[in-house]
């Protein structure tokens, strides 16, 4: 089974407007971590956002936000007031245990002006 | 957050020739690192987990010999691709684990753009 599932292959968002990346896990851990990392053209990849397993509220970075539903399994990003530098890559990932990190496929995100 | 540089971050190179890639941690001491590699618009692979120290821990279907991983102090780690061929070209992109007591993050390097001829 896939540790980290990303069901969008490709989203496409109008400049200004808000965006929901999908991204579900898999894990019998009680402990884990879920982070979201963006990937532009340039190949680096950037952290966006962290969720531990047992933090109560969704973790918020500025405009980014992640919707944490354990019940589901489900961390969902939610990028507020879209630009057009956010056009890129983004990747979902899981820690299990120390070291064990495990990324989703990605969905590519396109602003439109 | 904390700095991984890696160099170089584009080579071209004849088939059968070595390259090396470094990674380094900047600011920080890396017990751990990771190596992963990219295929176009597709999503990271793991290919193995460099501990300081000791030897390399390789994920399944990745050669030992092709890939040879060397993680010599606690702010660098190597990747050798070993005669490489044209289907090694790839994007090459190394991270490095900073814990402490409640934290658990993984920084990213620039990565390595690797072309065989």
């Known amino acids: 089974a896939q540790k980290i599932t990303q069901t969008q292959p490709g989203m496409f968002v109008q400049e200004k407007e808000a965006v929901t990346l999908d991204c579900t896990y898999d894990t019998s851990d009680q402990s884990y971590g879920l982070f979201w990392y963006k990937q532009p053209s340039s190949g680096e990849m950037i952290f966006l956002i962290y969720?531990?397993?047992?933090?109560?509220q969704n973790a918020t970075e500025g405009r980014y936000s992640l919707n944490f539903q354990k019940a589901r399994k489900s961390a969902n990003l939610v990028i507020s007031a879209s630009q057009l530098g956010d056009s890129a890559m983004y990747f979902c990932a899981m820690r299990e245990g120390f070291n064990q990190f495990y990324f989703g496929t990605g969905t590519s995100l396109t602003v439109i002006p | 957050g904390a700095v991984v540089s890696q160099h170089p971050s584009r080579v071209i190179c004849k088939s059968g020739t070595s390259v090396k890639i470094e990674c380094r941690s900047l600011?920080?001491?890396?017990?751990?690192m990771f190596w992963y590699r990219q295929f176009p618009k597709k999503s990271l692979m793991l290919m193995a987990t460099?501990?300081?120290?000791?030897?390399?821990?390789?994920e399944q279907g990745v050669e030992k010999d092709k890939f040879l991983i060397n993680h010599a102090s606690l702010t660098l780690s190597t990747l050798t691709v070993t005669s490489a061929h044209p289907e090694d070209s790839s994007f090459y992109i190394c991270?490095?684990?900073?814990?402490?007591?409640?934290?658990?993050?993984?920084?990213f390097g620039p990565g390595t753009r690797l072309t065989v001829l």
């Open positions: 969720q531990g397993s047992y933090d109560q």
């Open positions: 600011d920080f001491q890396a017990t751990t």
């Open positions: 991270s490095a684990n900073l814990a402490g007591e409640s934290y658990n993050e993984q920084f």
């Open positions: 460099s501990n300081e120290g000791s030897k390399a821990t390789y």
